[in-house]
Protein backbone atom coordinates (compact mmCIF):
# COMPACT_ATOMS: atom_id res chain seq x y z
CA UNK A 1 0.00 0.00 0.00
CA UNK A 2 1.58 3.26 -1.01
CA UNK A 3 -1.61 5.75 -1.39
CA UNK A 4 -4.87 6.01 0.62
CA UNK A 5 -7.25 7.08 -1.42
CA UNK A 6 -10.88 5.65 -1.92
CA UNK A 7 -11.47 2.49 0.48
CA UNK A 8 -13.09 0.94 -2.27
CA UNK A 9 -9.33 0.37 -3.83
CA UNK A 10 -9.28 -2.15 -0.92
CA UNK A 11 -10.61 -5.62 -0.31
CA UNK A 12 -13.11 -5.50 2.34
CA UNK A 13 -10.64 -7.90 4.08
CA UNK A 14 -7.59 -5.32 3.71
CA UNK A 15 -9.88 -2.58 5.30
CA UNK A 16 -11.15 -4.49 8.33
CA UNK A 17 -7.25 -5.50 8.80
CA UNK A 18 -6.10 -1.97 8.82
CA UNK A 19 -9.10 -1.65 11.80
CA UNK A 20 -7.91 -4.25 13.55
CA UNK A 21 -4.63 -2.47 13.53
CA UNK A 22 -6.32 1.17 15.06
CA UNK A 23 -7.89 -1.27 17.30
CA UNK A 24 -4.48 -2.61 18.51
CA UNK A 25 -3.06 0.12 18.33
CA UNK A 26 -5.17 2.13 20.57
CA UNK A 27 -4.98 -0.97 23.37
CA UNK A 28 -1.30 -1.71 22.95
CA UNK A 29 0.12 2.06 21.90
CA UNK A 30 3.98 1.76 19.69
CA UNK A 31 5.18 4.81 20.43
CA UNK A 32 8.80 3.99 18.38
CA UNK A 33 6.83 2.14 15.21
CA UNK A 34 7.83 5.30 13.42
CA UNK A 35 10.56 7.05 15.01
CA UNK A 36 12.71 9.48 12.64
CA UNK A 37 9.74 9.71 10.36
CA UNK A 38 8.49 12.75 9.07
CA UNK A 39 4.66 13.30 7.75
CA UNK A 40 4.12 16.53 5.52
CA UNK A 41 0.54 17.60 5.81
CA UNK A 42 -0.52 20.39 3.10
CA UNK A 43 -3.94 21.68 3.70
CA UNK A 44 -5.23 23.57 1.08
CA UNK A 45 -8.44 23.95 3.22
CA UNK A 46 -9.75 24.62 6.58
CA UNK A 47 -9.79 21.31 9.21
CA UNK A 48 -9.71 21.15 12.62
CA UNK A 49 -9.87 17.23 12.93
CA UNK A 50 -7.76 16.18 10.04
CA UNK A 51 -5.29 18.79 11.05
CA UNK A 52 -4.98 17.89 15.05
CA UNK A 53 -6.13 13.90 14.39
CA UNK A 54 -2.98 13.57 11.75
CA UNK A 55 -0.28 15.68 14.16
CA UNK A 56 -1.44 13.26 17.19
CA UNK A 57 -1.79 10.00 15.35
CA UNK A 58 1.97 11.11 14.22
CA UNK A 59 3.74 11.82 17.45
CA UNK A 60 1.99 8.95 19.17
CA UNK A 61 3.71 6.91 16.53
CA UNK A 62 6.90 8.29 17.37
CA UNK A 63 7.26 10.20 13.80
CA UNK A 64 7.01 14.27 13.46
CA UNK A 65 4.78 15.94 11.22
CA UNK A 66 4.71 19.36 9.77
CA UNK A 67 1.73 21.27 8.72
CA UNK A 68 1.57 24.17 5.71
CA UNK A 69 -1.61 25.97 4.54
CA UNK A 70 -2.24 28.75 2.81
CA UNK A 71 -3.56 30.22 6.07
CA UNK A 72 0.95 30.70 7.27
CA UNK A 73 2.78 33.21 6.41
CA UNK A 74 3.97 31.43 3.26
CA UNK A 75 4.29 32.84 -0.59
CA UNK A 76 0.48 32.93 -1.96
CA UNK A 77 0.17 29.71 -3.91
CA UNK A 78 -1.14 29.59 -7.69
CA UNK A 79 -3.25 26.66 -8.35
CA UNK A 80 -4.49 27.08 -11.36
CA UNK A 81 -2.37 25.32 -14.61
CA UNK A 82 -1.31 27.37 -17.60
CA UNK A 83 -1.57 30.83 -15.71
CA UNK A 84 1.05 33.56 -15.73
CA UNK A 85 1.94 34.14 -12.65
CA UNK A 86 1.71 38.30 -12.83
CA UNK A 87 -0.66 38.39 -9.78
CA UNK A 88 -0.16 38.12 -5.78
CA UNK A 89 0.86 34.91 -6.00
CA UNK A 90 4.34 33.56 -6.08
CA UNK A 91 4.25 30.19 -6.09
CA UNK A 92 2.85 27.57 -7.94
CA UNK A 93 1.74 24.01 -6.19
CA UNK A 94 3.29 22.46 -9.24
CA UNK A 95 6.28 23.13 -7.57
CA UNK A 96 5.20 23.92 -3.93
CA UNK A 97 3.75 20.14 -3.38
CA UNK A 98 7.17 18.51 -4.34
CA UNK A 99 9.30 20.69 -2.52
CA UNK A 100 6.78 19.56 0.85
CA UNK A 101 6.93 15.77 -0.08
CA UNK A 102 10.09 15.76 -0.36
CA UNK A 103 11.09 16.54 3.64
CA UNK A 104 9.20 14.13 4.68
CA UNK A 105 8.34 10.32 3.92
CA UNK A 106 4.56 10.13 4.01
CA UNK A 107 2.08 13.10 2.73
CA UNK A 108 -1.59 14.34 3.42
CA UNK A 109 -3.02 16.45 0.98
CA UNK A 110 -6.14 18.08 1.47
CA UNK A 111 -7.65 19.65 -1.69
CA UNK A 112 -11.64 20.69 -1.38
CA UNK A 113 -14.03 20.57 -4.10
CA UNK A 114 -14.56 23.70 -7.03
CA UNK A 115 -18.05 23.09 -6.76
CA UNK A 116 -18.26 24.12 -10.51
CA UNK A 117 -18.20 21.33 -12.40
CA UNK A 118 -19.74 17.76 -11.39
CA UNK A 119 -17.62 15.94 -13.71
CA UNK A 120 -14.39 17.10 -13.31
CA UNK A 121 -15.37 16.60 -9.52
CA UNK A 122 -16.50 13.15 -10.27
CA UNK A 123 -13.15 12.17 -11.47
CA UNK A 124 -11.43 14.24 -8.93
CA UNK A 125 -9.10 15.84 -11.32
CA UNK A 126 -7.40 18.41 -8.99
CA UNK A 127 -6.34 15.75 -6.32
CA UNK A 128 -5.29 13.02 -8.67
CA UNK A 129 -3.29 15.62 -10.87
CA UNK A 130 -1.75 16.89 -7.32
CA UNK A 131 -0.68 13.01 -6.44
CA UNK A 132 1.20 13.03 -9.84
CA UNK A 133 3.31 15.42 -8.14
CA UNK A 134 4.16 12.93 -4.93
CA UNK A 135 6.60 10.48 -5.03
CA UNK A 136 6.16 9.44 -1.33
CA UNK A 137 3.31 7.66 0.11
CA UNK A 138 -0.05 9.67 -0.28
CA UNK A 139 -2.90 9.82 2.27
CA UNK A 140 -6.13 11.77 0.64
CA UNK A 141 -7.01 14.41 3.30
CA UNK A 142 -10.43 15.27 1.87
CA UNK A 143 -10.47 16.25 -1.85
CA UNK A 144 -13.69 17.25 -4.20
CA UNK A 145 -14.54 13.41 -3.85
CA UNK A 146 -13.05 11.64 -1.11
CA UNK A 147 -12.95 11.60 2.68
CA UNK A 148 -11.66 7.89 3.10
CA UNK A 149 -9.93 8.92 6.57
CA UNK A 150 -13.33 9.79 7.94
CA UNK A 151 -14.95 6.97 6.30
CA UNK A 152 -12.09 4.13 7.80
CA UNK A 153 -13.01 5.79 11.38
CA UNK A 154 -16.58 5.71 10.71
CA UNK A 155 -16.59 1.99 10.26
CA UNK A 156 -14.24 2.04 13.30
CA UNK A 157 -16.88 3.47 15.03
CA UNK A 158 -19.80 1.65 14.44
CA UNK A 159 -17.83 -1.18 14.78
CA UNK A 160 -17.04 0.09 18.34
CA UNK A 161 -20.95 0.65 18.92
CA UNK A 162 -21.82 -2.35 17.61
CA UNK A 163 -23.90 -1.35 14.78
CA UNK A 164 -24.71 -4.75 12.92
CA UNK A 165 -22.96 -4.87 9.52
CA UNK A 166 -24.89 -7.37 7.69
CA UNK A 167 -28.54 -6.51 7.63
CA UNK A 168 -27.72 -3.20 9.97
CA UNK A 169 -30.09 -0.05 8.18
CA UNK A 170 -27.80 2.83 7.28
CA UNK A 171 -29.74 6.20 6.28
CA UNK A 172 -27.10 8.70 5.02
CA UNK A 173 -29.55 11.68 5.34
CA UNK A 174 -28.98 15.04 3.33
CA UNK A 175 -29.69 17.74 5.96
CA UNK A 176 -29.80 21.46 5.91
CA UNK A 177 -27.06 24.14 5.81
CA UNK A 178 -27.29 27.74 4.51
CA UNK A 179 -24.20 26.73 2.48
CA UNK A 180 -23.80 24.69 -0.41
CA UNK A 181 -20.89 22.23 0.56
CA UNK A 182 -19.08 19.73 -1.21
CA UNK A 183 -20.15 15.36 -2.21
CA UNK A 184 -16.56 14.30 -0.75
CA UNK A 185 -18.98 13.11 2.76
CA UNK A 186 -21.85 11.86 1.48
CA UNK A 187 -20.18 10.16 -1.47
CA UNK A 188 -17.36 7.83 0.46
CA UNK A 189 -19.95 7.37 3.50
CA UNK A 190 -22.46 5.78 1.51
CA UNK A 191 -19.68 3.46 -0.47
CA UNK A 192 -18.26 2.74 3.14
CA UNK A 193 -21.40 1.36 4.28
CA UNK A 194 -22.16 -0.12 1.30
CA UNK A 195 -18.68 -2.05 2.12
CA UNK A 196 -19.76 -2.91 5.53
CA UNK A 197 -22.69 -5.22 3.84
CA UNK A 198 -25.05 -3.02 5.65
CA UNK A 199 -29.03 -1.57 4.13
CA UNK A 200 -27.64 1.59 2.97
CA UNK A 201 -30.68 4.15 2.32
CA UNK A 202 -29.82 7.79 1.04
CA UNK A 203 -32.03 9.77 2.00
CA UNK A 204 -31.83 13.11 0.35
CA UNK A 205 -34.95 15.80 -1.03
CA UNK A 206 -35.38 16.20 -5.12
CA UNK A 207 -32.89 17.57 -6.91
CA UNK A 208 -30.15 16.39 -4.23
CA UNK A 209 -29.67 12.82 -5.53
CA UNK A 210 -26.11 11.99 -5.62
CA UNK A 211 -24.27 11.36 -8.92
CA UNK A 212 -25.24 8.54 -10.57
CA UNK A 213 -22.07 7.09 -11.50
CA UNK A 214 -21.12 7.20 -6.78
CA UNK A 215 -24.37 5.21 -6.74
CA UNK A 216 -23.85 2.99 -9.34
CA UNK A 217 -19.93 2.30 -7.71
CA UNK A 218 -21.98 1.69 -4.05
CA UNK A 219 -24.50 -0.67 -5.12
CA UNK A 220 -21.72 -3.03 -7.07
CA UNK A 221 -19.64 -2.94 -3.36
CA UNK A 222 -22.92 -3.57 -1.72
CA UNK A 223 -23.62 -6.07 -4.20
CA UNK A 224 -20.54 -7.95 -3.47
CA UNK A 225 -20.59 -7.61 0.69
CA UNK A 226 -24.29 -8.62 0.55
CA UNK A 227 -25.36 -5.70 1.21
CA UNK A 228 -28.05 -3.04 -0.69
CA UNK A 229 -28.38 1.03 -1.66
CA UNK A 230 -31.53 2.87 -2.43
CA UNK A 231 -32.25 6.38 -2.05
CA UNK A 232 -35.99 7.99 -1.10
CA UNK A 233 -37.16 10.95 -0.61
CA UNK A 234 -39.94 9.67 1.74
CA UNK A 235 -38.52 10.18 5.51
CA UNK A 236 -40.82 8.07 7.18
CA UNK A 237 -39.82 4.75 5.13
CA UNK A 238 -36.20 5.70 5.18
CA UNK A 239 -35.71 6.07 8.67
CA UNK A 240 -38.27 2.96 9.58
CA UNK A 241 -35.85 0.36 11.83
CA UNK A 242 -32.81 2.54 11.26
CA UNK A 243 -29.56 1.37 13.31
CA UNK A 244 -27.73 4.60 12.56
CA UNK A 245 -28.74 7.92 10.96
CA UNK A 246 -25.48 9.66 9.36
CA UNK A 247 -26.70 13.38 8.56
CA UNK A 248 -24.74 15.50 6.02
CA UNK A 249 -25.25 18.69 3.86
CA UNK A 250 -24.40 18.44 0.28
CA UNK A 251 -24.41 20.57 -2.81
CA UNK A 252 -27.48 20.08 -5.14
CA UNK A 253 -26.91 17.94 -8.13
CA UNK A 254 -29.42 19.23 -10.34
CA UNK A 255 -27.98 22.86 -9.92
CA UNK A 256 -24.52 21.69 -9.31
CA UNK A 257 -22.31 24.97 -9.62
CA UNK A 258 -24.86 27.11 -10.00
CA UNK A 259 -24.95 28.61 -6.57
CA UNK A 260 -27.98 30.96 -6.63
CA UNK A 261 -30.12 27.65 -8.12
CA UNK A 262 -28.90 25.32 -5.38
CA UNK A 263 -29.35 28.23 -2.72
CA UNK A 264 -33.02 28.67 -3.79
CA UNK A 265 -33.61 24.85 -3.91
CA UNK A 266 -32.86 24.60 -0.31
CA UNK A 267 -34.50 27.79 0.39
CA UNK A 268 -37.76 25.76 1.59
CA UNK A 269 -35.75 22.33 3.08
CA UNK A 270 -35.11 24.06 6.90
CA UNK A 271 -36.80 20.85 8.42
CA UNK A 272 -34.31 18.54 7.50
CA UNK A 273 -32.68 19.33 10.95
CA UNK A 274 -32.52 15.81 12.40
CA UNK A 275 -34.32 16.19 15.68
CA UNK A 276 -35.86 13.63 18.16
CA UNK A 277 -38.93 12.54 16.11
CA UNK A 278 -36.61 11.50 13.55
CA UNK A 279 -35.99 8.42 15.77
CA UNK A 280 -39.59 7.24 16.55
CA UNK A 281 -39.99 4.08 14.20
CA UNK A 282 -35.84 3.80 13.97
CA UNK A 283 -34.53 0.49 16.10
CA UNK A 284 -34.00 1.35 19.94
CA UNK A 285 -30.89 1.64 20.15
CA UNK A 286 -30.43 4.13 16.58
CA UNK A 287 -27.09 5.94 16.96
CA UNK A 288 -26.45 9.45 15.67
CA UNK A 289 -23.46 10.46 13.21
CA UNK A 290 -21.50 12.73 11.87
CA UNK A 291 -18.11 14.10 10.13
CA UNK A 292 -18.63 17.31 12.36
CA UNK A 293 -18.19 20.47 12.13
CA UNK A 294 -22.04 20.67 12.35
CA UNK A 295 -24.34 23.79 12.71
CA UNK A 296 -26.05 22.94 15.88
CA UNK A 297 -30.02 24.13 15.13
CA UNK A 298 -29.56 23.34 11.09
CA UNK A 299 -28.67 20.16 10.66
CA UNK A 300 -29.49 18.70 14.03
CA UNK A 301 -30.88 19.52 17.18
CA UNK A 302 -29.47 20.20 20.36
CA UNK A 303 -31.04 17.66 22.24
CA UNK A 304 -29.88 14.82 19.40
CA UNK A 305 -26.29 16.00 19.57
CA UNK A 306 -26.28 16.42 23.42
CA UNK A 307 -28.26 12.92 24.24
CA UNK A 308 -27.11 9.45 24.27
CA UNK A 309 -27.48 8.54 20.61
CA UNK A 310 -25.13 10.77 19.39
CA UNK A 311 -21.68 9.20 18.60
CA UNK A 312 -19.89 12.22 17.01
CA UNK A 313 -17.26 12.68 19.84
CA UNK A 314 -16.16 8.91 19.83
CA UNK A 315 -16.04 9.28 15.59
CA UNK A 316 -13.76 12.21 15.38
CA UNK A 317 -11.59 10.46 18.23
CA UNK A 318 -11.42 7.51 15.51
CA UNK A 319 -10.04 9.83 13.14
CA UNK A 320 -6.95 9.13 14.79
CA UNK A 321 -6.67 5.56 15.70
CA UNK A 322 -7.95 4.99 12.19
CA UNK A 323 -4.69 7.01 10.65
CA UNK A 324 -2.43 5.80 13.14
CA UNK A 325 -2.98 2.21 11.26
CA UNK A 326 -2.89 4.20 7.95
CA UNK A 327 0.57 5.73 9.13
CA UNK A 328 1.92 2.39 10.06
CA UNK A 329 0.66 0.32 7.13
CA UNK A 330 2.32 2.89 4.31
CA UNK A 331 5.57 3.19 6.41
CA UNK A 332 5.90 -0.34 7.85
CA UNK A 333 4.26 -2.85 5.27
N1 LIG B 1 -14.52 15.75 9.52
C1 LIG B 1 -13.48 16.50 9.16
O1 LIG B 1 -12.76 16.19 8.20
O2 LIG B 1 -13.26 17.57 9.95
P1 LIG B 1 -12.25 18.76 9.65
O3 LIG B 1 -12.77 19.48 8.42
O4 LIG B 1 -12.28 19.61 10.88
O5 LIG B 1 -10.91 18.18 9.38
Not at 156 to 172: A, E, H, I, Q, W
Request: charged fraction near 25%.
Amino acid sequence: MNRFNDLADFPVAEIESLLELAERLKRQPEPRALEGKILSLLFLSPSLRTLASFQAAMGRLGGNSFVISPDMSIHGIETRPGIVMDGAAAEHIREAVPVIASYGDVMGIRAFAERRDLATEIADREFEELATLVDVPLINMESAIQHPCQSLADWKTMNDFDVPSSGGRFVLSWAFHPRPLPLAVPSTTVKMAAMRGMDVVVLRPDGFALPEPIMAQARALADASGGRVTETEDRAEALEGANVIYAKSWMSTQHYGDKPADLAAREELTDWCVDDPWFDSADADCRFMHCLPVRRGVVVSDRVLDGPRSIVIAEARNRMFAQMAVLHRLLKG
